[in-house]
């Protein structure tokens, strides 16, 4: 049963970049069909689909972070990244990564990023 | 982008229940890229129903889903203490791929 893990700093300053990673055991990254997303829910506001990187490389953005946002996957060390850069206080959210295909959907636990001096 | 709108927002309801959820899409959306998720606090969304009537591996019989085009539906045949969370619809048909508000269902 493949696994995802999120890691990376809690804390992030204002107009800083956001850097998260998602380690995945139990699967390959460069494996499959598979679209290797990003969500966030910031506190209080629903699910926001940030984006994803598909097996192939390809990449696609949410419209209203495509300016800032990239993801980026490291077949070997077989994980995938976050990068999202000039963040404010309406980039603090729990950031979820996430393998989706047509069938399949698997979450990791979520990590709380917090966006303050 | 996609507009997912569920009802209602909150569902108050006993054990043994059955309970309807709606999800409404502000255009047609391929029910075969149309999900459903539960999420429990603390814990990441469940993946329980896929291509708007399939369950997912594992999940149990009482979980149906319906629906196509704009209006989709889940149900829960006969409510278990367990099944009282907040329930997620999902649209990956167009991008951005875009969620419901939720759906809470709780313990009348």
């Known amino acids: 049963q493949v696994q995802l893990q999120e890691s990376g700093p809690g804390l992030v300053k204002p107009s800083e970049t956001l850097s998260l990673t998602c380690t995945v055991s139990g699967g390959s990254v460069s494996s499959g069909s598979y679209y290797w997303s990003w969500i966030r829910q910031p506190p209080g506001k629903g699910l926001e689909w940030i984006g994803y990187?598909?097996?192939?490389?390809?990449?696609n953005y949410n419209p209203s972070l495509r300016s800032r946002v990239t993801i980026s996957v490291d077949t070997s060390k077989n994980h995938f990244s976050l990068r999202l850069s000039s963040v404010t206080a309406a980039d603090m959210a729990v950031y979820y990564c996430?393998?989706?295909?047509?069938?399949?959907?698997?979450w990791g636990q979520g990590t709380l990023v917090t966006v303050s001096s | 982008e996609i507009v997912l709108t569920q009802s209602p927002g909150t569902l108050s309801l006993s054990p043994g229940e059955r309970a309807t959820l709606s999800c409404r899409a502000s255009q047609s959306v391929s029910s075969t890229y149309l999900a459903w998720y539960q999420r429990k606090p603390g814990q990441a969304p469940r993946l329980l129903i896929y291509?708007?009537?399939s369950r997912a591996t594992g999940i149990p019989d009482r979980f149906s889903g319906s629906g196509s085009g704009t209006d989709f539906t889940l149900t829960i045949s006969r409510l278990e203490p367990e099944d009282f969370a907040v329930y997620y619809c999902q649209q990956f048909d167009v991008s951005p791929w875009t969620f419901g508000q939720g759906t809470k269902v709780e313990i009348k």
């Open positions: 996430a393998r989706h295909s047509s069938t399949t959907s698997n």
């Open positions: 291509g708007a009537s």
């Open positions: 990187v598909y097996y192939s490389g390809t990449t």
